[in-house]
């Protein structure tokens, strides 16, 4: 077998592809040989950064806390990723066919020993692009996560479909990337009366208009004004029903709660790695009886775990790209690049020298 390459943060802003050598392959077992693997401008650069938590603090599964001790994530980072896409080359398992096509979370890395007992294994459909199955395991359940979210508001443990939380009802999303996008984009195929997303680089808007979606500047005016001018429920009800926040910094979740309607829910995608200043609870949030519903993707709405599990979320996500695939494939991912320039293109997407919206590495 030859060496398989791997993609490892080393320490705050250092980055190496290393050459391991490979498992060898043993009953109950499978090989796969990476397509494509997808970066996670958030998560994976927080490594990069040292902003993420993992690797300041230790973390009490059991409690759900973060506690005082070592980190739960120290460097190095050898598993970095969670996008990817490859070929079954070997199989020892009746559970994953040889020549099949999957979609997985096995992080950068040219190759894999997976294990369908302990790795989630989405075999793609003929018929979708092989480069979007990236969103398939993972990212597309997290957006499909944040519509279940909205509609167990509604309806707790009744939920029938993502379009329960949406369906006929005014929604926001507040940033343009690549979790804001997907999520707009399944609101507005579950049936939403308005889709309107709010972020306030040009070049992203640009992205999201190119999708067919609708968006506002929220640097030019005061967004709230304008959507609570033209979304009325009735005399001093406006806003939207609910916003999907998607941009990790607290004054994009005010703003997510200055866009809601009396006792309306904001949704929350984002990680966070700073402060709160700019969040003012005392505000909206207090004066208007607000809900805020965290949509993690290690959890689906409690009582649903039976009838929406992550298969189902992924297949979700299948049907959302067979409809919206082509303009995903050229406006949303906008740079596929060899899997060997991987440290270059993580540094400068970590200093900001280089601004893209999707890279995908192929190798």
């Known amino acids: 077998m030859s060496e398989e390459r791997n993609v490892v943060v080393t320490g705050p802003g250092e980055v190496v592809v290393r050459a391991e050598e490979p498992a060898p392959l043993v009953d109950g077992t499978f090989r796969v040989e990476t397509l494509f693997s997808g970066v996670s401008a958030g998560t994976e650069l927080s490594y990069l ?22 980190p739960a994530t120290p460097y190095p980072v050898t598993r970095l990723g969670y996008m990817e896409v490859g070929r079954v080359a070997a199989s020892r398992t009746p559970a994953v066919a040889q020549g099949t096509v999957v979609a997985m979370t096995y992080g950068h890395r040219t190759a894999y020993r997976g294990d369908p007992l302990v790795d989630r294994v989405v075999p793609l459909p003929p018929d979708l692009d092989p480069l979007l199955g990236v969103y398939v395991a993972h990212m597309g359940p997290i957006c ?55 972020d306030p680089t040009p070049q992203r808007r640009a992205v999201a208009e190119a999708l067919g979606l609708e968006t ?21 009800d406006r806003g939207a029903d609910v916003v999907f926040q998607c941009r990790g910094q607290a004054g994009a979740l005010h703003l997510a709660l200055r866009l ?40 689906v709405p409690r009582g649903l775990a039976a009838t929406w599990d992550r298969e189902r979320l992924s297949a ?21 690049v060899p899997f060997d320039e991987a440290p270059g293109v993580l540094t400068d997407l970590a200093t900001r020298r280089r601004h893209e919206l999707q890279v995908v590495l192929a190798t």
């Open 316 to 336: 979700e996500t299948i049907e959302l790209l067979r409809e919206y695939g082509d303009p995903v494939r050229k406006h949303l991912v906008s740079a596929v």
């Open 216 to 236: 506002l500047d929220p640097e030019a005016t005061d967004p709230a004004v304008v959507l609570k001018t033209r979304w009325r429920h009735g005399p001093d």
């Open 49 to 70: 950064k040292g902003t993420n938590p993992y690797l300041s603090t230790g973390w009490d599964a059991a409690l759900g806390l973060f506690v005082d001790g070592a």
């Open 260 to 299: 809601l309607r009396p006792q309306g829910t904001v949704v929350d995608l984002a990680f966070y790695q700073g402060g709160a200043d700019a969040l003012r609870l005392g505000e909206e949030f207090h004066h208007n009886g607000l809900s805020l519903r965290c949509a993690q993707v290690g959890r």
């Open 144 to 198: 499909a996560n944040g519509l279940l979210h909205a509609a167990a508001d509604l309806y707790g443990g009744a939920v029938r479909d993502l379009g329960d939380g949406v369906r006929g009802r005014r929604v926001a999303v507040t940033g343009a990337g690549v979790v804001a996008l997907l999520t707009a984009l399944f609101a507005r195929r579950a049936g939403a009366a308005s889709v309107v997303v709010l």
